[in-house]
């Protein structure tokens, strides 16, 4: 990776950091309940264990409420970002990185995120105050969610969780039967031998 590439990449984090505390902060001053999924999340959750073993995300996910997505609206707009609505999400562009890939993606609380889902999104009181300042998913909601979710990316994400010892019995009896099932499939497949 040439100098130009890396710095680039370095640049890419950033943004999304940055991305991550403006709305965060934005939806906090104004009251309106959150909690950060998906990558951040994770690597929120991961780096309390091992700085070293986070993993960069594209994008910023949000927990939120329905019933809010008006007031997140203006929150948004008053910040320069562009309401986009999909087929099976709300999203938010930056303007200053007009891409999907980059953008905030909303999703519902207490809701199926696909309806093929067994078990519906975690509600945004199952969060915790990172030591960062922003609203994060509890570490057995996030599990949770991971699990059902069950693409390449969550699994990558629980074996991270788990390499790092943050996946402990308490949070393995707090899922359903199912998802227990599908998280002693991943954790038999790590390799003890990858750092």
Not at 59 to 62: A, E, R, S
Not at 96 to 99: K, T, W
């Given at each position: 990776m040439s100098l130009t590439s890396y710095r680039a990449f370095v640049m890419a984090v950033d943004r999304v950091e940055r991305r991550l505390r403006e709305v965060t902060g934005a939806l906090g001053r104004e009251g309106i309940p959150y909690a950060v999924v998906g990558g951040n999340a994770v690597a929120a959750w991961v780096s309390r264990a091992d700085p070293s073993a986070t993993r960069t995300t594209k994008?910023?996910?949000?927990l939120v409420n329905r019933r809010d997505l008006e007031p997140i609206t203006r929150v948004m707009k008053t910040l320069g970002f562009e309401r986009e609505d999909l087929r099976s999400l709300v999203m938010f562009i930056d303007p200053?990185?007009?891409?999907r890939r980059a953008g905030v993606h909303l999703i519902w609380a207490g809701e199926l995120v696909r309806p093929s889902y067994a078990c519906p999104a975690p509600m945004v009181s199952e969060s915790v105050t990172d030591?960062?300042?922003?609203?994060?998913l509890d570490l057995p909601a996030l599990v949770r969610m991971k699990l059902t979710s069950l693409r390449d990316i969550d699994r990558v994400h629980i074996a991270d969780l788990a390499r790092v010892g943050l996946i402990d019995e308490s949070v393995r009896a707090s899922l359903p039967d199912a998802l227990r099932a599908r998280l002693d499939e991943i954790v038999a497949t790590i390799d003890d031998d990858q750092p």
């Open positions: 994008d910023v996910d949000l200053e990185e007009p891409s030591p960062q300042g922003f609203s994060v």
